[in-house]
């Protein structure tokens, strides 16, 4: 299975929006509602920040939003903040009953 | 509140078996949920490699599915990888990770466990 695309690195100062694309096919991305968003910091596990698409866990910021349209999912990050800096996944479901992760994005505040 | 933790040697020679175990606590693995494990290279991204339903039922990344086996222990509450063949190719920071049922967003994760190897 391919990993999903993403941009290798989007930067934004304090305050300003960022989006991230993930693309797949109808395979995964489009063939499925199951978009997560993980959020990784150096040297820490992974945190999930976005689920089924658009859905925040419990304590996630509301800064961090969730969208899909065909194959390509997004996750906006408005508001941005020093704290944001990190790298960021995404993953989908796929129709082989696997799991794919995206190539990962690193965010910059600048 | 869920916790799981990664154990196993850090340090495997080529060709030998890899083998960890993930402990969960706050949770029983019986419950339901799937209990998967993810591994990042050093430098790299996320690579899924598999889970396992608590009834039993596995799911593996193509890639990598003729060398991986993960199992659950409901009696102790953890669950474990097996990796056969390796190579330094397969050095990199092993996770374990609880994921919903349906969708599989994996929503608590361990802490990372390096493994590297080396003759």
């Known amino acids: 299975q391919s990993a999903l695309t993403q941009p290798a690195s989007v930067s934004g100062s304090p305050g300003q929006s960022i989006t991230i694309s993930c693309t797949g096919t109808s395979s995964d991305v489009g063939g499925y509602n199951y978009v997560s968003w993980y959020q990784q910091h150096p040297g820490k596990a992974p945190k999930l920040i976005i689920y089924d698409v658009s859905n925040r866990p419990s304590g996630i910021s509301n800064r961090f939003s969730g969208s899909k349209s065909g194959n390509t999912a997004s996750l906006t990050i408005s508001g941005l903040q020093a704290e944001d800096e990190a790298d960021y996944y995404c993953s989908s479901y796929t129709s082989s009953s696997t799991y794919v992760f995206g190539t990962g994005t690193k965010v910059t505040v600048l | 509140q869920v916790q799981l933790q990664e154990s196993g040697p850090g340090l495997v020679k080529p060709s030998e078996t890899l083998s960890l175990t993930c402990a969960v606590s706050?949770?029983?693995?019986?419950?339901?949920?799937?209990w998967g494990w993810i591994r990042q290279p050093p430098g790299k991204g996320l690579e899924w490699i598999g889970s396992i339903h608590q009834s039993g039922s596995t799911y593996y990344n193509p890639s990598l599915k003729s060398r991986v086996t993960i199992s659950v222990d409901t009696s102790k509450n953890q669950f474990s990888l097996k990796l056969n063949s390796v190579t330094a190719a397969d050095t990199a920071v092993y996770y374990c990770?609880?994921?919903?049922?349906?969708?599989?967003?994996?929503?608590?994760w361990g802490q990372g466990t390096l493994v590297t190897f080396s003759s």
């Open positions: 990770a609880r994921a919903k049922s349906t969708g599989w967003r994996l929503d608590n």
């Open positions: 706050g949770y029983s693995i019986s419950s339901g949920y799937c």
